[in-house]
């Protein structure tokens, strides 16, 4: 029986990648969204994957969401906690709504989406979570004050969550991606791309979804069982830890 990932903002960007790149690598796959229920719906028709609409930093949201995929598709073995939100500004004009909204969305999700799987995974002995981090959170950006602190966050959260669970065969790993070719990158204006963007970048381009969603179907794999409380940076090399 294939086993259950469960693929958080798992319909748009980064997140449809993963979703698709497990389906792919014979995982039957849950993929979560917020939102846009169109975009979910497209996403549902053209891959065959289920969606599932909760709020990922509603713990009660979460828990009720969580045992329906797991009563319509299994016990959820593999965990991606991929969504997340920005509301930028700079710190000195940042309001506390906009702060909490990225903590709650970004950072809270953490125990809101893990705390209902981690008990099956432990009984179980097998569980691989893998969470998706971002560069900004490795080396801070102006204007990201409250989305580089929830991903430096999700860091500090992998590191104790993979100790207090490698001898029960639960990994918990992070990627940390740099500019990837999303929807969000692309808006980007076309000179500022090339002006002030891909320069900073050694490789010379962005990254692409697709190489996210192969570093996230090996570090849910089985053969990744050795690896755990790692942060694997994928940025091109525009920012080296």
Same mark, same amino acid.
């Given at each position: 029986?294939?086993?259950?990932?469960?693929?958080?903002?798992?319909?748009? *960007?980064?997140?449809?990648? $993963? @979703?698709?790149?497990?389906?792919?690598? !014979?995982?039957?796959?849950?993929? /979560? %969204?917020?939102?846009?229920?169109?975009?979910?719906?497209?996403?549902?028709?053209?891959?065959?994957?289920?969606?599932?609409?909760?709020?990922?930093?509603?713990?009660?949201?979460?828990?009720?969401?969580?045992?329906?995929?797991?009563?319509?598709?299994?016990?959820?073995?593999?965990?991606?906690?991929?969504?997340?939100?920005?509301?930028?500004?700079?710190?000195?004009?940042?309001?506390?709504?906009?702060?909490?909204?990225?903590?709650?969305?970004?950072?809270?999700?953490?125990?809101?989406?893990?705390?209902?799987?981690?008990?099956?995974?432990?009984?179980?002995?097998? *569980?691989?979570?893998?969470? $998706? @981090?971002?560069?900004?959170?490795?080396? !801070?950006?102006?204007?990201?004050? /409250? %989305?580089?602190?929830?991903?430096?966050?999700?860091?500090?959260?992998?590191?104790?969550?993979?100790?207090?669970?490698?001898?029960?065969?639960?990994?918990?790993?992070?990627?940390?991606?740099?500019?990837?070719?999303?929807?969000?990158?692309?808006?980007?204006?076309?000179?500022?791309?090339?002006?002030?963007?891909?320069?900073?970048?050694?490789?010379?381009?962005?990254?692409?979804?697709?190489?996210?969603?192969?570093?996230?179907?090996?570090?849910?794999?089985?053969?990744?069982?050795?690896?755990?409380?790692?942060?694997?940076?994928?940025?091109?090399?525009?920012?080296?830890?």
């Amino acid at each position: 029986m294939a086993r259950v990932a469960l693929v958080t903002g798992g319909t748009r *960007g980064i997140g449809a990648a $993963i @979703s698709q790149a497990l389906k792919k690598a !014979g995982y039957t796959v849950a993929a /979560n %969204y917020g939102g846009n229920d169109e975009a979910a719906n497209t996403f549902k028709n053209k891959t065959g994957i289920p969606v599932y609409k909760f709020d990922v930093g509603d713990a009660s949201a979460c828990e009720t969401s969580i045992r329906k995929i797991e009563a319509d598709l299994g016990p959820i073995e593999i965990l991606v906690n991929n969504a997340g939100i920005t509301r930028d500004g700079m710190f000195h004009r940042m309001t506390f709504e906009q702060w909490s909204a990225v903590i709650r969305t970004n950072l809270d999700s953490m125990f809101a989406c893990t705390r209902p799987v981690i008990e099956g995974m432990r009984e179980r002995g097998f *569980g691989r979570i893998v969470i $998706i @981090s971002s560069i900004n959170g490795q080396k !801070g950006q102006m204007g990201q004050s /409250n %989305y580089s602190a929830a991903k430096a966050g999700v860091v500090g959260f992998a590191k104790a969550l993979a100790q207090e669970n490698a001898a029960k065969g639960v990994t918990v790993n992070v990627i940390a991606p740099g500019y990837i070719a999303t929807e969000m990158v692309q808006a980007v204006p076309e000179e500022v791309l090339k002006t002030k963007i891909l320069p900073l970048i050694p490789v010379g381009r962005l990254g692409e979804a697709d190489e996210v969603a192969r570093g996230v179907v090996y570090l849910a794999s089985d053969e990744a069982g050795f690896i755990t409380g790692s942060t694997l940076s994928m940025n091109g090399g525009q920012y080296m830890v």
